[in-house]
């Protein structure tokens, strides 16, 4: 008799999971893995650049730049220009951009773009002809420019990416 109740509980407790400390699982919670957002597919004109990478600009033309987000759900995208090697912060934002929803017109899915421009000491970024934010600059020394990208999801999983950022004189004018 004991050994058939003593079955009977390990059978009971086996097929409940175990019973002891068993968490309810919480809504909301990110699926396993590591729940990161990675920027994809960095394209400026059509051309793809990875982190670090060397891109260079016309001073007085636009430039295109793209770029893909892991998920077509919401997510935020910045875009900053540093001067002497400044991380990104809001003294030198360019533009942020809402993503990823019908709702949001600038970048309605995963994939997103806007025109950039440097001009008279100044990046500038415009989505057709609405303009979505510009950062002046001072330095005469233009070798020590970046450009960044960081790229956040609701959730504050957050990419960043860094270009260097060659500009050329126009000598066409």
Known sequence: MKNILLTTIL???????????????EINVLPSGDGGFTLQNIRFDSRDYYQG?????????????????????????????????????????????????????????????????????????????????SQPFQDKDLSSLRFIIRGCDAFSNCDVKTFNLSVQNNTGN
């Open 53 to 133: 990478e060397q891109l260079t600009v016309t001073e007085g033309t636009h430039f295109e730049v793209q770029w893909v987000s892991p998920t077509s759900a919401a997510y935020r995208v910045d875009l900053y220009l540093s001067i002497n090697g400044e991380v990104y912060s809001d003294n030198n934002k360019v533009a942020g951009l809402k993503c990823g929803s019908a709702s949001f017109s600038l970048c309605p899915n995963a994939t997103g773009q806007v025109q950039c421009k440097i001009d008279n000491n100044s990046l500038s970024c415009s989505f057709g002809n609405e303009s979505v934010g």
């Open 11 to 25: 059978l009971v407790l086996s097929a409940c999971g175990g019973g002891a400390d068993k968490k309810t699982p």
